[in-house]
């Protein structure tokens, strides 16, 4: 998913869930900041004071960059949680060990990842890890089939976005691709780079598109964007009002049909290719409370002047110089971009260290 989703979707859900607006904000934002986390390592103040934070995202989609693309660490826990064929702890699926790994929606393994959220919502970073976790939440259903490792299970082809004619999805390889590209495109992307749903490019991921493909093993597949993502979104709802309450295990409702109703119909209008452009339209129907709530303007800046990070640490960079010395301010240990790398911190020792080893699942 893009930051149409990630940013103004979960914000939209969280609102509707009981949050006020700081609050929804703060999560909408580590939803999204997951896909622009793309730094790691330590800082060095120049008191002395040293922070080491985590990365969730590379600097660029290439996927020339092998090395990058393998990191486990970063595509398991929060892009392609692995779904263990929807079996429970203890269990194992037939055939292989890619079978764990496939992503699947609403899972057990994604069940205990909320859990693990909820229980320990009491923390300072308790919103943002919760933001992380409806963003990694919110990829089950957008990456449903794909596993995020260099596996045949993601060699998908025959891709047709009902749209797009095959000559022209060839076009649109060859510009991404450069002089790499030859005629047989997508053949040569499944079967040099398959990595989570790189064939697919950026289909899984736009909510207005309606798909098919062949899979790694020869199945057709057909994907309804708006569908699956609204079902994300409804999820996600009784999530959110579950943390509020405390108890993973609350009865809730999740979106009313009037709430799912705006949210697809929202999905399915709005059609630009760029998740920006698409994300403009989103934050305009805010401004309209079109979604039930009073109007509101939703912000975020992914670094730079008016960032979190340039609050936390006080640089506008895009990436930072591994001898850089920065500012100490007392005010860092209670920053939002604190929070965020806390959280990340604590997200991914959970899903590797403690969730997925109850699925037999050793992989990162």
Same mark, same amino acid.
């Given at each position: 998913?893009?930051?149409?989703?990630?940013?103004?979707?979960?914000?939209?859900?969280?609102?509707?869930?009981?949050?006020?607006?700081?609050?929804?904000?703060?999560?909408?934002?580590?939803?999204?900041?997951?896909?622009?986390?793309?730094?790691?390592?330590?800082?060095?103040?120049?008191?002395?004071?040293?922070?080491?934070?985590?990365?969730?995202?590379?600097?660029?989609?290439?996927?020339?960059?092998?090395?990058?693309?393998?990191?486990?660490?970063?595509?398991?826990?929060?892009?392609?949680?692995?779904?263990?064929?929807?079996?429970?702890?203890?269990?194992?699926?037939?055939?292989?060990?890619?079978?764990?790994?496939?992503?699947?929606?609403?899972?057990?393994?994604?069940?205990?990842?909320?859990?693990?959220?909820?229980?320990?919502?009491?923390?300072?970073?308790?919103?943002?890890?919760?933001?992380?976790?409806?963003?990694?939440?919110?990829?089950?259903?957008?990456?449903?089939?794909?596993?995020?490792?260099?596996?045949?299970?993601?060699?998908?082809?025959?891709?047709?976005?009902?749209?797009?004619?095959?000559?022209?999805?060839?076009?649109?390889?060859?510009?991404?691709?450069?002089?790499?590209?030859?005629?047989?495109?997508?053949?040569?992307?499944?079967?040099?780079?398959?990595?989570?749903?790189? @064939?697919?490019?950026?289909?899984? &991921?736009?909510?207005? =598109?309606?798909?098919?493909?062949? $899979?790694? #093993?020869?199945? /057709?597949?057909?994907?309804?964007?708006?569908?699956?993502?609204?079902?994300?979104?409804?999820?996600?709802?009784?999530?959110?009002?579950?943390?509020? @309450?405390?108890?993973?295990?609350? &009865?809730?409702?999740? =979106?009313?049909?009037?709430?799912? $109703?705006? #949210?697809?119909? /929202?999905?399915?209008?709005?059609?630009?290719?760029?998740?920006?452009?698409?994300?403009?339209?989103?934050?305009?129907?805010?401004?309209?409370?079109?979604?039930?709530?009073?109007?509101?303007?939703?912000?975020?800046?992914?670094?730079?002047?008016?960032?979190?990070?340039?609050?936390?640490?006080?640089?506008?960079?895009?990436?930072?110089?591994?001898?850089?010395?920065?500012?100490?301010?007392?005010?860092?240990?209670?920053?939002?971009?604190?929070?965020?790398?806390?959280?990340?911190?604590?997200?991914?020792?959970?899903?590797?260290?403690?969730?997925?080893?109850?699925?037999?699942?050793?992989?990162?």
């Amino acid at each position: 998913m893009q930051i149409d989703f990630h940013l103004c979707v979960t914000y939209i859900v969280s609102r509707i869930a009981g949050f006020g607006h700081r609050e929804a904000e703060t999560v909408a934002r580590c939803a999204q900041y997951v896909d622009d986390a793309t730094n790691s390592g330590t800082l060095i103040f120049d008191n002395g004071a040293m922070y080491t934070r985590t990365s969730s995202a590379h600097k660029t989609l290439d996927y020339r960059n092998f090395n990058e693309l393998a990191n486990r660490h970063v595509w398991l826990p929060f892009h392609f949680l692995p779904g263990n064929k929807g079996k429970k702890a203890g269990e194992s699926p037939e055939g292989s060990f890619i079978e764990k790994l496939i992503c699947r929606p609403g899972s057990f393994i994604a069940k205990d990842m909320i859990h693990a959220c909820i229980t320990n919502r009491n923390t300072q970073y308790g919103l943002h890890r919760l933001g992380i976790t409806m963003h990694v939440y919110a990829d089950t259903w957008a990456h449903e089939g794909f596993a995020g490792v260099n596996h045949r299970v993601n060699a998908i082809t025959r891709i047709d976005d009902r749209k797009t004619s095959d000559a022209a999805f060839a076009l649109k390889l060859k510009c991404f691709f450069g002089d790499i590209f030859d005629a047989a495109a997508c053949r040569f992307v499944c079967d040099i780079l398959p990595l989570g749903h790189g @064939a697919a490019l950026s289909l899984p &991921d736009k909510p207005y =598109l309606k798909w098919n493909y062949i $899979d790694g #093993i020869g199945n /057709m597949v057909l994907r309804d964007n708006p569908s699956s993502f609204t079902e994300a979104a409804h999820e996600m709802c009784k999530v959110l009002q579950r943390f509020r @309450a405390g108890n993973p295990d609350a &009865d809730v409702s999740g =979106l009313s049909d009037a709430d799912r $109703d705006r #949210i697809m119909r /929202m999905m399915t209008v709005i059609t630009d290719e760029n998740g920006d452009e698409r994300c403009k339209k989103w934050i305009e129907a805010l401004k309209e409370g079109y979604f039930g709530f009073p109007p509101v303007t939703l912000n975020y800046i992914p670094k730079g002047k008016g960032s979190w990070k340039h609050e936390a640490i006080g640089t506008d960079k895009t990436t930072d110089a591994e001898d850089e010395k920065y500012p100490y301010s007392p005010s860092f240990l209670g920053s939002d971009w604190k929070f965020f790398h806390d959280a990340l911190i604590a997200h991914r020792f959970s899903i590797i260290n403690e969730i997925l080893p109850r699925y037999g699942i050793c992989a990162a």
